[in-house]
């Protein structure tokens, strides 16, 4: 099983001075010792069960910027990136500029975004769900049109592109992993059935997952996708393995054996370096093998 390391409480040692120096620390110390991707969230404020707009939050794709230039092995992305936040043509020229500054590194998380409080407060439009999904769409359609070889016009119903030249163009041909974030029954994960390399779903009992996965397929089904090419994977953020590893492990285990193949998990805010090196030394060499 993989190991993602998602950083979405900043509320870390030495306040936002601090924040460049650790949050490279962190990046390194996950780039040397094997994690496969490390990511960031994708908000104006911090979430109020981390604190709220009291606490830090960093612009993501800034960020991934600085710490491309501080890695050299770490897939770099957002978990998830929200769908109203940027207009999709210049979403797709951000990512391309992370992938091709990180030499093929980025990733592309995606979802229908859902914290209305900060779209509000910097006057950014909330559209209801319906249409967040139907823009979801296009803008998977938008991009992975820019990652490719038309640069002809988009025509939806959302948005109008007169052309959609991408130069330069993305390093991994087709463009970075697809990682669709959400596990709504109806639309995301048909979505993710019809458009995306891996699935992101919540920490949720063993049941749960595998009632997700079977929905999943379904979907996969009925789109004539192979469910096989899509990547399952779980992000856990207040989940504390080094607290009780064997437990953790032993969940894992259960995890894999229904599909799951990467895990992201996040920093101790008291000491992310610190916890960062602990996970690379005495986590990881005993996660790898795991669903292997």
């Excluded at 093929?104 to 910097?122: F, P, T």
């Excluded at 259960?254 to 090196?277: E, F, K, L, N, R």
Aim: hydrophobic residues 40%; proline residues 7%; aromatic residues 6%.
């Amino acid at each position: 099983m993989k190991l993602g390391i998602h950083c979405a409480d900043l509320t870390w040692p030495g306040g936002p001075a601090a924040l460049p120096t650790t949050l490279a620390r962190v990046a390194e110390t996950a780039d040397e010792g094997g994690v496969t991707t490390l990511t960031l969230m994708d908000h104006y404020f911090q979430m109020e069960h981390l604190g709220g707009p009291a606490e830090p939050m960093l612009e993501g794709y800034t960020t991934l910027g600085y710490l491309a230039a501080r890695t050299s092995r770490l897939e770099l992305g957002i978990l998830v990136t929200g769908v109203t936040y940027r207009h999709p043509g210049l979403l797709a020229k951000i990512v391309t500029t992370l992938d091709v500054l990180s030499q093929g590194r980025a990733m592309l998380g995606l979802g229908a975004a859902w914290y209305e409080r900060e779209h509000l407060a910097l006057g950014v439009p909330y559209p209801p769900t319906k249409e967040r999904f139907e823009r979801l769409e296009e803008t998977i359609q938008i991009v992975q049109q820019m990652f490719g070889d038309d640069d002809g016009a988009y025509d939806g119903r959302h948005y109008r592109l007169a052309e959609t030249i991408n130069n330069p163009q993305v390093v991994r041909p087709g463009g970075p992993r697809l990682v669709i974030g959400g596990g709504g029954e109806r639309k995301t994960l048909r979505l993710v059935a019809k458009y995306a390399d891996a699935t992101n779903l919540s920490l949720l009992p063993l049941e749960e997952l595998g009632h997700k996965l079977d929905i999943l397929r379904r979907h996969c089904d009925e789109v004539g996708r192979d469910y096989d090419e899509i990547d399952k994977t779980v992000v856990g953020t207040l989940v504390r393995p080094l607290d009780d590893l064997d437990a953790w492990l032993s969940l894992m285990e259960q995890y894999a054996a229904i599909g799951i193949s990467q895990m992201w998990v996040g920093p101790d805010p008291a000491d992310p370096v610190g916890w960062t090196q602990q996970m690379c030394e005495k986590v990881l060499p005993r996660l790898k093998p795991v669903g292997a």
